[in-house]
């Protein structure tokens, strides 16, 4: 134990674990899960870790932290889970490893849409990418 808090947060409410699941660093993922950090800890903008893993692409944080106990059809204050914003950024494996963990779609999704049409963008696409792109600067500066 080296003292650190692995729950602190910076000033828009990212965790280590939001910055390392950001960017795909499956062995710091699993130092700090093993330190005790919170898989459910929400950002400011109600994102979870594993939605900073879905966004960009990376299926091992994504199924570590599924194992991990992630609430995968979690949704983002702005209505998002985790497989609609993998498929907005087209990241089908992602996608997959969701699904088959029984993610569901928002319920804005479209009605009758029961499978995952993998490879085809979300119905959210420019909503989900501003909203994206908004999260991956809060990242970002908070991991400064």
Known sequence: DGGADVAAKGP???????????????????????????VAAES???????HFAATNGHAG???????????????????????DLAQAKGHEEVARVLWDAGAARAASAPAGS?????????????????????LMRAASDAAR
């Open 61 to 83: 944080v994504v199924r570590m932290l599924r194992v991990a106990g992630a609430h995968v059809s979690a949704k983002t204050s702005g209505g998002f889970t985790a497989l």
């Open 114 to 134: 029961a499978e995952v049409p993998l490879g085809q963008k979300s119905p959210h696409g420019a909503q989900a990418a501003s909203a994206i792109q908004g």
């Open 44 to 50: 400011s903008k109600g994102w979870a870790a594993h």
């Open 12 to 38: 828009r409410g990212a965790t280590c674990l939001h910055v390392v699941a950001t960017n795909g660093h499956e062995g710091l993922t699993v130092m700090l899960l093993d330190a005790g950090a919170d």
